[in-house]
């Protein structure tokens, strides 16, 4: 099957402060959320003049992944699409089918599986075709990549670098990715398979990442958590988790945000400000390695992940313990209740 171009689709966010509360309420609709709770959030925007670093990341990112694709031959066109924030992806597929793109890939920004991390990726597509309408681009989702070889090695190659920045001090590692309810954890993969796919892929991805980096003792924690204290969220959370390893006598601390492909502001604003701040109040050394996407390994794999549906491509992965994620086709689920929504309660 021959695909006529590839929609870079991510979460968006704020580039001016004008238009940081307009994004907190498209990314928090139908939830309910207590104003005072998006201006508490707002505030971590206006720490950086209201702009989230993750579009230019992401067109950055793709700029690599075009001149790959170049490099290889492959005539592939590259649109930008995300799901809260300019350029909305219902406003990419209107362009892509006004240059006349009929069939499509999607590489969307997030490497596991999960409700938000994938599904919901699935449900965009869904609802950016059916506002396009007729002559809207089919598209084909790109399957996870948390065990692709070269997702593992450039995570790898930061933790060895974030380590020697700390004068080869004996440091512990911990991995982080973003927390979400339990509940939404336990439904996550398909439902013959007993859920936990979120969670399970991030442990999975922290294992490879650890043996390729040389790491031996390591932990795996959450972060950014939000929503009423009573639901309960996958821990433990990195600050506290931060103030454990003080009273065990861990002097130096690095954090790889495993879970995140970019820097996001859940790193820039979680990692680097308040994890950075507690370790230097504790007078714990600190160092994060890097997010992958600056790597040239990164764009390398989201053309070979391209390429897995082009002549001549085959599937690279490093885990048995999970099978080669099933792609989407026009915004169809993986599987019949795979990753289903749990409804998340208002915040009070």
Known sequence: MSYDALLWLSFGGPEGPDDVMPFLENVTRGRGVPRERLEEVAEHYRHFGGVSPINRLNREAMAAVQQELSARGIDLPVYFGNRNWHPMVEDALERMRSDGVRRALVFPTSAYGGYSACRQYDEDIERARATVGEGAPELLKLRQFFDHPLFVAANADAIRAAHARLAGRPARTVFTAHSIPTA?????????????????????????????????????VWQSRSGPPHIPWLEPDIVDHIDALHEQGVRDVVVSPIGFVSDHLEVVWDLDNE??????????????????????????????????????????????????????????????????????????
């Open 275 to 348: 994890v950075a701040d507690r370790a230097a109040e504790l007078g714990m050394g600190f160092a994060r390695a890097a997010t992958p996407n600056g790597d040239p390994r990164f764009a390398e794999l989201v053309v070979e992940l391209a390429q897995e549906h082009l002549a001549g491509g085959g599937v690279r992965k490093l885990s048995e313990a999970f099978p080669v994620a099933g792609c989407t086709l026009n915004g169809a689920p993986c599987a019949e209740g795979c990753c289903a929504p749990v409804r998340r309660p208002a915040t009070s």
């Open 184 to 220: 939404a954890d336990a439904a996550a993969g398909p439902p013959e398979t007993g859920g936990e796919w979120y969670s399970k892929q991030v442990f999975e991805a922290a294992r490879l990442v650890a043996a390729q980096s040389g790491v031996e003792e390591y932990d795996v």
